[in-house]
Nanobody, 123 residues
């Protein structure tokens, strides 16, 4: 079992930055591929970014590529999402997720989820 807790969300103006953190506990963190997803009101949960077990492979949704950076520090059991040049359309609840394999996917096929953290970008 893996427990995930997100933090770092908040209210920011368009063009600003936030860094989300996802702290993991329980099973060995480094065995898991990790991902960030988001869900806006009235919309389905969507893929944002993913990272493989050792951090050497990363994947991004097209609308965030070049603005967001996913990373992880396995020694700290923590994953990050640095979000720059934020836009109002980035407003959503952001979730981190872990997968029972070192290979990430861009679907919601992850085994463990955090409770989410709200990101609101004002125009």
């Amino acid at each position: 079992q893996v427990q995930l807790v997100e933090s770092g969300g908040g209210l920011v103006q368009a063009g600003g930055s936030l860094r989300l953190s996802c702290a993991g506990s329980g099973r060995i963190f480094m065995n898991y591929a990790m991902g960030w997803f988001r869900q806006a009101p009235g919309k389905e949960r969507e893929f944002v970014a993913a990272i493989n077990w050792n951090g050497r492979s990363t994947y991004y949704e097209d609308s965030v590529r070049g603005r967001f950076t996913i990373s992880r520090v396995n020694a700290k059991n923590t994953m990050y999402l640095q979000m720059n040049s934020l836009k109002p359309e980035d407003t959503a609840v952001y979730y981190c997720a872990a997968r029972n394999t070192g290979l990430p996917v861009t679907t919601t096929d992850y085994n463990y989820w955090g409770q989410g953290t709200q990101v609101t970008v004002s125009s």
